[in-house]
T-cell receptor, first 117, second 111 residues
Framework: GAGVSQSPRYKVTKRGQDVALRCDPISGHVSLYWYRQALGQGPEFLTYFNYEAQQDKSGLPNDRFSAERPEGSISTLTIQRTEQRDSAMYRC???????????????FGEGSRLTVL | QQPVQSPQAVILREGEDAVINCSSSKALYSVHWYRQKHGEAPVFLMILLKGGEQKGHDKISASFNEKKQQSSLYLTASQLSYSGTYFCGTADTDRDDKIIFGKGTRLHILP
């Protein structure tokens, strides 16, 4: 498809398990972002990449969260030893590139809804 | 620094106008506006840069006052399709592509 693809769309896991969320950005998009969105709230920045380089990970809540984009395309957000407070919608977004320091339009995926029991 | 949006929610009748505000305590480099309908992903509306830029398409426009560190989104003669939650996203430097979003303004249009 032409849009940002995320998988799985829904993930239910037990507390303490590890989960991996995948994002396949729009082909050719340089920048890839991970956000977390609680119900009724705005997207909360987690981390972003330009190509394969992680530019900013200041939004990752703690060291249980990590992300990678090894070949500059598909990205994986991994949450280790999940806790109930990790339950949320995790959204990926991609952007063609920044121009003159201005990030272009973000194209958001449909998200991965994580529920930790 | 998360931008602050106001109001938190607005209820309008079709055809009425609305203004949504977004402000920051830090100097801003750019402001982004998105709309999200229930159960869907946020969708891009527009980007405004420094310099008091104003933009618009259809009956939705926005302004950016860099001195006041704020932006406003104007919805004129609102249509039912305008219902949703509007988010502003801000970047405070030209060397950082990180976009921080506000908590959103919920807009409900009544027929």
């Amino acid at each position: 498809g032409a849009g940002v693809s995320q998988s799985p769309r829904y993930k239910v896991t037990k507390r303490g398990q590890d989960v991996a969320l995948r994002c396949d950005p729009i082909s050719g998009h340089v920048s890839l972002y991970w956000y977390r969105q609680a119900l009724g709230q705005g997207p909360e920045f987690l981390t972003y990449f330009n190509y394969e380089a992680q530019q900013d990970k200041s939004g990752l809540p703690n060291d249980r969260f990590s992300a990678e984009r090894p070949e500059g395309s598909i990205s994986t957000l991994t949450i280790q030893r999940t806790e109930q407070r990790d339950s949320a919608m995790y959204r990926c977004a991609s952007s063609f590139a920044s121009s003159g320091g201005v990030t272009g339009e973000l194209f958001f995926g449909e998200g991965s809804r994580l529920t930790v029991l | 620094q998360q931008p602050v949006q106001s109001p938190q929610a607005v209820i309008l009748r079709e055809g009425e106008d609305a203004v949504i505000n977004c402000s920051s305590s830090k100097a801003l480099y750019s402001v982004h506006w998105y709309r999200q309908k229930h159960g869907e992903a946020p969708v891009f509306l527009m980007i405004l840069l420094k310099g008091g830029e104003q933009k618009g398409h259809d009956k939705i426009s926005a302004s950016f006052n860099e001195k006041k560190q704020q932006s406003s989104l104007y919805l004129t003669a609102s249509q039912l399709s305008y219902s949703g939650t509007y988010f502003c996203g801000t970047a405070d430097t030209d060397r950082d592509d990180k976009i921080i979003f506000g908590k959103g303004t919920r807009l409900h249009i009544l027929p």
